[in-house]
């Protein structure tokens, strides 16, 4: 139905405006545009994106501070996991920590696009 359609866009943020309140209805291709052009993310408010946002600039920045901490200790760093098992890399080989965790970078800049 119409208005079910209308109740669906205003859950995934669609924000009513006066002239649909005038009129008493909804252009539902041009508010189901909007709705996706407001929103990247299918299933995702702007509201959650922005969290997604912050959250991936913490962990950003608490994996150069545990980086930093490492080299400062001399310490191992990650466990990782290759080719299916667990594997401990030395702090010198940045190169292999670096394409692992680019990979996880670009799974989840796939999720929150997609």
Known sequence: S???????????E?????????????DIAVAEA????????PGIGAVDQEKIEILINKVVSLEKK????????NIRGETVKANGQNAQYEIGDTDV???YIDAKRQQIAKIIVF
């Open 97 to 99: 920590l670096q394409t």
């Open 34 to 41: 909007e709705v996706d052009e407001n929103n990247p993310a």
């Open 2 to 12: 119409e208005f079910g359609r209308v109740v669906d866009l205003v859950k995934r």
């Open 66 to 73: 545990v980086k930093y901490l490492e080299d400062l200790l």
């Open 14 to 26: 669609y924000r009513l405006k006066r002239q649909d309140w005038l009129n008493g209805s909804v």
